[in-house]
């Protein structure tokens, strides 16, 4: 149904082993001697799968030659971002039999306008998390947004099961102006902005920008979400 491309950073000793150097990683919430790569899960119904995933390789190596032919990296890797390594996972499951219908992926990825263009321009919908100073078109910061809605705005949905049972937030949606299809015609699809707001601590609230066929209510999108 979709793939959802993250990066996983992987600790390790000393210098030798591909793309190593003092990184740091979101997840950790630090900075650690680590590997990274891109990887793409593909999720359906009947479950998940990973599918794709490429190395990424700090500027540190691209430019020692010698560095990378000791690893056994193959002459022709350049360096790319870890947004430009996603781009690339997508493109190839576009062009493969995987019958993708959405993208989803976390903030790092979000706010790289030319992911969201390439996928706009595919007709492939998304639901991608994005930074609270996420600057959107027409409307400004994406928080400042978000904090004005009234708290009607704010419907409870569950966006999928989790460990402990059902994983229950309180969302808001809200569709964007309309836009021009690629080939001049009326608009297939919808732009919104989404955010996720804690029960417990209602401070905690996640934002993201989402590209829907047009019809695509706030539940498919929160259905959506929950699968990244």
């Known amino acids: 149904m979709h793939g959802v491309p993250s990066p996983t950073q992987l600790i390790k000793k000393g210098t030798v082993s591909a793309g190593v150097q003092r990184q740091y990683?979101?997840?950790?919430?630090?900075t650690e001697n680590r590997q990274i790569g891109v990887f793409a899960a593909y999720a359906s119904s009947k479950g998940r799968a990973l599918v794709d995933?490429?190395?990424?390789?700090?500027?540190?190596?691209?430019s020692d030659q010698d560095r990378?032919?000791?690893?056994?990296?193959p002459d022709e890797c350049a360096f790319a971002t870890k947004g430009d390594l996603a781009k690339a996972i997508i493109m190839r499951a576009l062009a493969s039999p995987l019958p993708t219908a959405w993208v989803t992926a976390d903030s790092a990825y979000g706010q790289e306008w030319r992911l969201r263009r390439l996928l706009e321009e595919a007709g492939v919908g998304y639901v991608l998390a994005v930074p609270?100073?996420?600057?959107?078109?027409?409307?400004?910061r994406i928080d400042f947004t978000i904090t004005q809605a009234p708290e009607e705005a704010w419907e409870r949905h569950s966006c999928?099961?989790?460990?402990?049972g059902p994983r229950v937030y309180d969302w808001a949606a809200a569709r964007l102006p309309a836009i021009d299809d690629f080939d001049g015609d009326a608009p297939?699809?919808?732009r919104w902005v989404l955010a996720r707001r804690s029960l417990a601590r209602p401070d905690e609230i996640?934002?993201?920008l989402a590209y829907a066929p047009a019809g695509t209510g706030t539940?498919?999108?929160?259905?959506?979400?929950?699968?990244r």
């Open 25 to 30: 990683s979101g997840t950790a919430g630090r």
């Open 53 to 62: 995933r490429e190395l990424y390789l700090p500027k540190s190596w691209t």
């Open 68 to 73: 990378c032919t000791e690893a056994r990296i």
């Open 132 to 140: 609270k100073s996420q600057l959107v078109h027409a409307i400004g």
């Open 160 to 164: 999928g099961a989790g460990a402990k």
């Open 188 to 190: 297939t699809h919808d």
């Open 206 to 208: 996640a934002y993201y």
């Open 219 to 227: 539940a498919e999108l929160v259905r959506v979400a929950g699968t």
